[in-house]
């Protein structure tokens, strides 16, 4: 299957995404075809098209698991054309959102190590703001299995952390991924070093984020 269609490929792909989400077992179905026209599609230059077709490998990755394991070196190359290239904020966050589905699927597939300062330097998200769920999902998943990887990082990782407490409205963040961030944050805040960085990030909020962060995890 090839796009020549820009609008009908763009809506072809969100149509794919949405199967493949709510009905994962239809990537064993599918995913021969898709695959190969996400990726070829990359040639027309088109953003709002690689948004579509960033989102929908994510998903692919996520819910497809082993199926797509053999194909994550196209898809990263994929991705990184997409983030490098992409004039719209949404196509760039939805590549970033799609390496975080990638890395909390199976980050022993992948260079993970090489990954993450890249992944960090790109966040927070400039356009897709919902998908900040997903880089969050993604740090938390991080800060519990790879720990010395996240230390080294600890202060851009924790002022995210604030970042989408303080702006959990703007970024539609629910209970799912509230919950175990403010969890994390409590821990974090249980150690005398952890404090004293939360502190010191919370001193450069405005007085109602600072009030918002200190109900949060009262």
Request: net charge neutral; with cysteine; hydrophobic share 45%.
């Amino acid at each position: 299957m090839c796009i020549r269609d820009r609008y009908m490929g763009t809506q072809t792909i969100g149509a794919y995404s949405k199967i493949f989400r709510w009905a994962p077992s239809s990537i064993r179905a599918f995913a021969e075809d898709v695959f190969p026209m996400i990726l070829t599609s990359l040639e027309l230059g088109d953003d709002e098209l690689n948004r579509n077709g960033a989102y929908c490998l994510g998903i692919m990755c996520e819910y497809g698991k082993e199926l797509i394991y053999s194909e994550y070196p196209k898809i990263l190359a994929y991705l990184q054309e997409v983030n490098q290239k992409a004039d719209l904020a949404e196509a760039k966050d939805n590549a970033i959102a799609a390496v975080c589905r990638i890395i909390y699927t199976a980050p022993d597939r992948i260079p993970l190590q090489q990954l993450f300062t890249p992944l960090l330097s790109s966040l927070p998200l400039k356009g897709d703001l919902l998908e900040t769920k997903t880089y969050i999902k993604c740090l938390l998943f991080l800060t519990q299995t790879h720990g010395d990887l996240i230390q080294a990082q600890l202060e851009t990782v924790v002022a995210l952390y604030i970042d989408a407490l303080v702006n959990k409205e703007k970024y539609g963040l629910k209970e799912k991924i509230l919950t175990p961030l403010i969890a994390m944050m409590k821990n974090i805040l249980n150690d005398t070093a952890g404090k004293a960085l939360v502190e010191n990030i919370a001193a450069k909020l405005s007085e109602e984020q600072q009030g918002k962060l200190v109900a949060l995890l009262k």
